[in-house]
């Protein structure tokens, strides 16, 4: 049986950033004949609810900033990413939530320092690791739609 790797949130987990899901009756169904497992870094490392937080381009790299303090708070959810690697080396597929700082594969938001929007198809911290390790990689709505089916996971 395949492995994925999925967002908490779209199970149905209230583990959003303002304690909500994201449920997918619709993606769960497709994914019905796969082991899935949950992950949701920002939960883990800030709890739910919690403050937002944005992709920022920094001299040292891109960055997760909190919209609140203006802090880093990359290296919680970046070390979460490794560890749910590390623990589950045989992932199969990975599935994120579309527009994520955390989970989104190609979809989610950057920033200037000075809060300009640079790019709407950054990776969050949490894919830029599963993209590391070679693991097909989507997007949550990407999944559903046509590109998916040619990739053979959805009939």
Partial sequence: MKKVAISACLMGKKCRYDATDNHDVRL???LENFELIPFCPEEYAFGSPRPTM?????????KAISNLTGGD?????ENYARNFF????????????????????????LYDEEKRLLSFEAVGLMSQEAKRRGIE??????????????????G
Avoid: F, H, N
């Fill in 137 to 154: 990689s989507w997007d949550a709505e990407v999944y559903l739609d046509d590109r998916a089916k040619k990739s053979g996971y959805i």
């Fill in 73 to 77: 708070l990359s290296p919680p959810v």
């Fill in 86 to 109: 590390d623990t589950y080396d045989d992932i199969d597929l990975y599935i994120g939530k579309d527009r994520s700082p955390s989970c989104g594969v190609c979809s989610a938001r």
């Fill in 54 to 62: 944005d992709l920022i381009e920094t001299p040292q790299g891109i």
């Fill in 28 to 30: 769960l169904g497709k």
